[in-house]
Structures are given as C-alpha cells and as structure tokens.
C-alpha cells in the first residue's frame, strides 16, 4: 500500500484531528464510505454520525462528526463540521442531558408551533450519534 492518508478534521474553533491514517471510513450524506491510499478524488456532505480511522500504528480511533463536508484527495481526506470531538473528549453526561432535552422538546414540538422540529431532531442525532461514539468499545 502505498503510504498513508493525511487526515484533517477542522471545525470553526478548532482543529480537533491532524494525523496520519492507514484507512478512513466516513457518515457520507449517502451513505458510509471508506478511503484507501490512493483514492480518486471527490466532494460530498456528511451526515452526524462517527468517523472512524486506523492510526499508522494500525489502531482505530473514533471521532464524532456533526455533519459537514468531506474532501477526499489521494493522499488526504479533510473533514470540515460544525463540530466534531475525539473519542475520549465527549462529556457522556452532557450528551445525555442533550439527548433528554431534545427528546422533551420534540414531545413539545408535535404541540407547538412556534418550536423547530428540524432543529429539535439534530439536536437529537447529535447527542444520539455522541454518545455511541463515547460507549464504541476502541481506543478514541
Ligand atoms: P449541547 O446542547 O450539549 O451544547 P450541541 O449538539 O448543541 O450540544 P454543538 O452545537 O454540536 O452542541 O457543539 C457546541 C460545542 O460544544 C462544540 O465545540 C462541541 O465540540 C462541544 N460539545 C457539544 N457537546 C459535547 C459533548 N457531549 N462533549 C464534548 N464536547 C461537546
């Protein structure tokens, strides 16, 4: 195989991943997608889910992605997300407060008018998609 993939995972704030990477598996908008070295190039949106990636020591690390772009080139794949965290920095307990909040709301939302269904439920998927990424069973 030749070499790695550069993996970059920016957010507005931050760089949250800059590292080397055997293969890269992403939520693609249509559907999840895997990159080797070499890959042709091309452009899509993400979904909120997990992105997961094998270290150039061989280990898989797992990084929530809130949706976003993704940038695949040969040799790099750059992810840009409104917010993105590792693995071993998610706060659980935030995301479960996060999660009861969203499900409060949607209950509300099927009442209420003046409350943001769409925006209700990816509250929800975030903090569905951070807490399956907190409790995956792989070093983050
Ligand atoms: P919350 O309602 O808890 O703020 P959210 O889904 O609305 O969750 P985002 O808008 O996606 O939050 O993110 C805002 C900032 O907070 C980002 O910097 C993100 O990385 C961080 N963040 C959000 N939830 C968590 C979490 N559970 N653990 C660690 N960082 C988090």
């Known amino acids: 195989m030749a070499g790695n993939i550069r993996l970059e995972v920016v957010t507005p ?59 695949v080139l040969p040799d790099k794949v750059t992810i840009l997300a409104e917010s993105a965290e590792r693995r071993r920095d998610i706060d659980v307990e935030r995301a479960r407060a996060a999660l009861r909040r969203a499900e409060e709301r949607l209950a509300e939302a099927r009442k209420r008018e003046d409350l943001d269904f769409n925006r209700a439920q990816a509250a929800l998927q975030r903090a569905l998609a951070r807490v ?6 792989r070093a983050g």
């Open 13 to 71: 704030d931050k760089s949250v991943v800059s590292d080397e990477a055997q293969t890269v598996v992403a939520p693609g908008a249509y559907g999840e997608f895997g990159v080797l070295p070499g890959h042709t190039s091309f452009l899509t949106t993400l979904k909120i889910g997990m992105l997961r990636y094998k270290d150039k020591t061989g280990s898989e690390r797992i990084v929530f992605v809130s949706g976003g772009f993704a940038e």
């Open 132 to 137: 399956k990424v907190a409790e995956a069973q």
